[in-house]
């Protein structure tokens, strides 16, 4: 089933995908599917085992499903000093 979700992106996803946040559709089952596509289309190198995932202002698990009209975050290790 065909979900859309707004993305939003932080630290080097967002220097990468060039845009903070997209629209994108998915059929995507899972949020590591979903991941999969946004590496494929930004061209992503970053481990989905690095990231952390939220939806809707909450960490998720990567095998939870899109749910329609979310926010999804991928949150990248942020280096601190």
Do not use: K
Not at 10 to 32: H, K, M, P, Y
Not at 38 to 46: F, L, M, N, S
């Amino acid at each position: 089933m065909m979900v859309t979700v707004t993305l939003l992106y932080f630290a080097s996803l967002r220097e990468r995908t060039g845009v903070a946040s997209e629209s994108v559709s998915t059929c995507a089952n899972d949020l590591a599917g979903l991941y999969a596509e946004v590496q494929a289309r930004h061209g992503i190198a970053w481990p989905r085992e690095h990231l952390r995932v939220a939806m809707n202002g909450e960490f998720a698990r990567w095998h939870d499903a899109p749910v329609e009209g979310s926010e999804i975050a991928f949150i990248p290790p942020v280096s601190g000093g």
